[in-house]
């Protein structure tokens, strides 16, 4: 039921989030397909396709002059790179590892976002299936993460694979590089696999109690999620100090930028009218994408854990409201993980001695 719930609910929020998006870029998209209907640079020879990666590239490239647009870019991408952990992450969990699941295919997802938006990705796909594939493996030590190396190798190759490249397409946004940005979440793939066969040379010696392994992805988990939570929350406040710095009330420019497509001048010219509409396609998506983790919270742990991260994700943004929801998530998790196996391997030592006592 709560699949289902969730998936019909992820259909709603993303109609919704599509239907606002398309409201501001009607009056965008026209114009921006008959400037590339003309354009002379190519990305793969056929007409037709170069000319729908043009409006593509001038989505992305639009924002990035703009004083708003610009923030937004950055909480987004920042909003990618922690959702593209957290898939990481869940999809490293021990059971999961014993047979082929959707969730390992988060790069894949992580790509779709890129065209449809997170928004769309995060509340029609994963959340039904974190939710699936919670009620299929009920049992906390399944819950567990296989490594720390594991958890090391998703957070540096997102880092490296996504995040550095994208903070270079910023201060370099040329045409065809931007294109290729839409790929880089899977060029985080041989980068994680790297760099977790690098870390699994600093693992714990073979031969040690599977408490002691669950104990170490508990920490490692904990640590990463933290660190998402407290990067995204300076970087949140980051962008907001700067706002304010160049005489930008915040609350009054979204809630301009928001119903920017029924106020339109008619003298607006096409570049500030790029600029404006795809700084609040952005930021519709950002709203999406915050509303979706709401609901995940509140399918995970209830309404009033939702009402709680409702409360602060104004405050500190919402990947890092999700970041540090994610870290007490996982904190209930890995200790009823740990004191599992702690139990486990309690019975089987008493089994061994009375086994011992019985032979003796």
């Excluded at 370099?172 to 977790?196: G, K």
């Amino acid at each position: 039921m709560k699949v289902k719930s969730s998936f019909l609910l992820g259909l709603f929020i993303t109609a919704n989030t599509l239907y606002h998006i398309y409201q501001g870029l009607q009056f965008w998209l026209p114009r921006a397909l008959n400037e590339c209907a003309s354009s002379q640079i190519k990305y793969t020879g056929t007409h037709w396709i170069d000319q729908y990666i043009c409006v593509g590239v001038r989505f992305v490239q639009q924002p990035l002059t703009d004083w708003i647009g610009l923030p937004m870019t950055a909480l987004w991408v920042a909003s990618m790179a922690s959702l593209m952990i957290w898939m990481g992450l869940e999809s490293s969990r021990h059971k999961f590892n014993e047979s082929p699941n959707l969730l390992a295919c988060y790069p894949l997802f992580a790509l779709l976002a890129h065209v449809v938006g997170l928004t769309a990705v995060f509340s029609v796909v994963w959340v039904p299936l974190n939710i699936y594939y919670r009620r299929q493996f009920p049992l906390m030590e399944d819950w567990s993460v296989t490594s720390k190396s594991r958890v090391y190798g998703v957070l540096t190759g997102v880092f490296v694979g996504y995040i550095v490249p994208s903070i270079f397409l910023v201060l370099y946004p040329t045409p065809h590089l931007i294109a290729l940005s839409t790929f880089l979440p899977l060029l985080t793939v041989p980068i994680m696999s790297f760099a977790e066969h690098c870390f699994s040379y600093q693992e714990s010696a073979p031969g040690l109690a599977d408490r002691l392994e669950v104990a170490e992805g508990k920490e490692a988990v904990e640590t990463i999620y933290l660190f998402l939570g407290v990067t995204n929350f300076v970087l949140y406040f980051v962008l907001y100090f700067t706002l304010g710095i160049h005489g930008i009330h915040v609350k009054d420019a979204f809630l301009m930028i928001l119903g920017s497509p029924y106020h339109l001048p008619m003298t607006i010219s096409d570049v500030d009218m790029g600029r404006l509409l795809t700084t609040r396609s952005i930021l519709i998506d950002i709203l999406g994408f915050a509303f979706t983790g709401i609901v995940w919270v509140a399918f995970n742990h209830g309404i009033l854990a939702a009402l709680i991260v409702t409360a602060v994700t104004p405050f500190i943004g919402p990947a890092a409201a999700l970041s540090l929801y994610s870290y007490y998530r996982e904190n209930q998790i890995q200790n009823l993980s740990v004191d599992s196996v702690a139990t486990q391997t309690t019975i089987t030592k008493d089994t061994i001695k009375i086994t011992k006592d019985a032979a003796n």
